[in-house]
Structures are given as C-alpha cells and as structure tokens.
C-alpha cells in the first residue's frame, strides 16, 4: 500500500507546486508586469500592434505571425507525436516497465501504476495541443484584424486595443503549452519513481523562476 501512496502523493504535492506558481506568476503579471518577462513581452505586443496599426506595415505584421504560428504549429505537432509514442509504450508496458523500475526504490511497482503514469503524461500532452492548436486560432484571427486601418470610417469594432487583447490571449495559450511540456519533465521522472519526481519538480520550478523574472523598469 505504502508504494502507492508515495506515487499518488508525488503526483499530488508536485502538481499543487506548479499550479501554486503559475497562479503566483499570474498575479506578479498584473501587479508589477516589468518584472516578469510576460509582463513585458505583453507590453510589447500591445505597442507593436499599434504601431503597426498607424503606420500600415501590413509585411511586418503577416511576417511576425507567420513565425508564431509556424513555431506553434510545431509544437502542436510534437505533442501528437509524443502522444502516440506514450500509446506505443503502453502496448508494450510489459516489456519496458520492469526496465524503468531500476532505480524506483520508494513506487510502486505494479503495471497497474505505471499505466497509470503513461495516462497521466498522455493528458499532458494533450493540454499542450489544445493550449497550441488554440494560439494558432489566435494568430490567424489577428492575421485579420491587424490589418484593418485604425482610421477606417468602417472598422466594425476593430480598435488597436482589440488586437491586442487577442494577440495577447493567443501567447498566453502558448505560454500555457510550453508549461506543459516543462511539467512533462517531472512526468517522465516519475517513471523511474516518485523521488526523482518530486527532486525535478524543485529543480524546475527554480529554473523557472529564473526564467520568468528579470529586474523591474520603471
């Protein structure tokens, strides 16, 4: 019993860390936005949209979220992958698993468990594609919207502040699938056994933090 209980505990304790940062990060965004590099590069978006809006650079614009979306479409692509590999080590949970448990001195054992973390990391990967497959969508409608001349007598709404707020909201969904595939780190540990799980989970939430933050501008 107490193997089990280690894994479902790891799982549990490692989820609520990441989950407890990235709602820490959240607030930091909106409380002081110039200290986190979100914050900033939101900044950027808006002021790059609208300048691009004035001064008409229709290349630049369709150039730019070209590369977003070429750059999610990738990632979106990977995680299909990944996903149908993990299914491939299901087939074969029998063969592989008792490789994995070399060094999970404190798991569980049982194949039940490890199918159980397949499963999980499966889910994982499919949070990324949704979170990719939904900054494409954002792209491509700001693809639009971004060429719509501010000083039209028809704008049907379109305002610099409008793109903005959708192409702000298209690189967040990429934000939240590249998370997805950092906490997908502490995922495959997990396969070797809760402890490694837990370690890594630390580990990255301390890269991410260094990551995530830069000193604040006034």
């Known amino acids: 019993m107490w193997p089990y209980v280690f894994d479902i505990l790891s799982f549990i304790v ?12 959240m607030n930091r965004v909106r409380q002081r936005p110039t200290s986190t590099v979100m914050g ?41 992958l990944l996903i149908m590999g993990i299914l491939n080590m299901l087939a074969n949970a029998d063969k592989i698993g008792p490789t994995l448990h070399v060094l999970n001195s404190w798991g569980s054992r049982e194949p039940g468990m490890w199918i159980f973390k397949l499963l999980v990391l499966i889910v994982n990967f499919f949070i ?32 610099p502040e409008i793109v903005a707020h959708h192409l702000n909201r298209a690189s967040d969904y990429n934000s939240l699938g590249m998370r997805t595939y950092y906490f997908s780190v502490p995922l495959v540990l997990w396969l070797f056994g809760p402890q490694w799980m837990l370690a890594s989970t630390f580990i990255l939430i301390a890269v991410l933090y260094r990551l995530d933050h830069q000193p604040a501008m006034d």
Do not use: C, K
């Open 128 to 159: 990324a594609f949704f979170s990719y497959s939904l900054a494409v969508r954002g792209y491509n409608h700001v693809g639009y919207l971004i060429n719509v001349p501010p000083n039209a007598p028809e704008r049907h709404g379109v305002t």
């Open 40 to 80: 900033t590069n939101s900044l950027a978006r808006t002021a790059w949209v609208e300048r691009i809006m004035q001064e008409g650079r229709d290349i630049l614009a369709i150039q730019t979220l070209r590369n977003s979306t070429m750059a999610a479409t990738l990632m979106a692509s990977t995680a299909v």
């Open 14 to 25: 490692s989820t609520a860390i990441m989950f407890a940062y990235r709602t820490w990060l």
